[in-house]
């Protein structure tokens, strides 16, 4: 059925390219409209990449489930993105660091915030044995993700939440971009509808529900600081690796702020194996590269294998 689907969307695309304009309009005349619509609804499914051999008890011998199936409404981005390249294609160098910090640390558990509709998660979920919590506040992407954790077996707490500077609730900002730059921060995209959601300090959850991450990915447009100020206590107890998004011209300052006084190592996650530490946090202005590795300790030699196995699984994984 979704393979069907698939390939009969791929014919209507390649027809829309060879076709002369006069041919199109003749046809949207005399055709049903239906035939021009796109569906409302994309059926996604995508192969989990084999995880590699040698790299600790926390790396599993084959990835659980090999694939993973899941809906979501047409327009949405991060979908979108993952039908097309499959998980070769989406941030191979941030997702292969985030795997290489579980699979070096053997991590037990790890939090994902921001997760969107958790492509980062289920990769961890399915390729290693560390127990994931995603948090993403977008009531619409947390039901997506809920559904296919649950729908595929996978290891995943989907919280409906956003971390933050302090608990109580917030005015999430829905982007007129994409649904992938939703955010917290009033004027970080042009808004096309609010909704209020809860907002919990990382402290308070820790302490609430009793996991403390091993590794912590933070991507959430623009806030990233907010949710390690809510954090600084767990992070200086725990110590974790932490993966951030640094948003060129927006969060470099709060960031250098927010890490300054933690005795934290910085690798900006541009692709070079091993990262190079720098004492300076600037973003990326081509947005190219947007992620940071930020480690307790001087990367260990280790680390660069650990990397570069994960990222050749996971540019072969079709």
Not at 92 to 97: G, L, W
Not at 102 to 109: C, E, F, M, P, V
């Amino acid at each position: 059925m979704i393979g069907g689907m698939r390939v009969a969307l791929r014919l209507r695309r390649l027809l829309a390219r060879l076709l002369p304009a006069p041919v199109k309009a003749f046809l949207r005349r005399t055709l049903p409209a239906r035939l021009f619509a796109p569906p409302a609804i994309r059926d996604v499914r995508l192969a989990m990449p084999v995880p590699p051999s040698g790299l600790g008890p926390s790396v599993r011998p084959a990835a659980v489930p090999p694939f993973v199936e899941f809906r979501a409404p047409w327009q949405s981005y991060v979908p979108r993105l993952l039908d097309r390249d499959g998980i070769a294609g989406y941030e191979p160098e941030t997702m292969a660091a985030f795997l290489a910090a579980i699979s070096l640390t053997g991590a037990t558990d790890v939090f994902d915030v921001g997760a969107n509709v958790g492509a980062f998660s289920i990769v961890a979920a399915a390729a290693t044995t560390a127990r994931v919590t995603a948090f993403e506040p977008t009531p619409d992407l947390a039901a997506i993700f809920r559904a296919m954790a649950a729908g595929n077996g996978l290891a995943c707490e989907v919280e409906a939440i956003a971390l933050g500077a302090e608990t109580g609730t917030a005015t999430l900002f829905v982007s007129s971009k994409s649904d992938s730059s939703n955010s917290l921060q009033a004027g970080f995209r042009r808004a096309v509808g609010t909704v209020e959601v809860p907002v919990e300090r990382l402290d308070d959850y820790v302490a609430r529900s009793g996991r403390v991450p091993g590794v912590l990915k933070v991507d959430t447009e623009t806030t990233e600081p907010d949710v390690l100020a809510g954090g600084v206590e767990t992070i200086r107890r725990v110590r974790p690796w932490i993966i951030c998004e640094v948003l060129a011209g927006r969060t470099e300052a709060a960031l250098a702020t927010a890490f300054g006084d933690l005795g934290y190592h910085a690798y900006h996650l541009d692709g070079t194996i091993p990262p190079r530490e720098t004492t300076s946090i600037v973003g990326d202005i081509t947005y190219a590269h947007r992620d940071w590795l930020f480690t307790p300790e001087p990367l260990p030699a280790a680390f660069g294998d650990h990397y570069a196995a994960w990222i050749a699984t996971l540019r072969a994984a079709v």
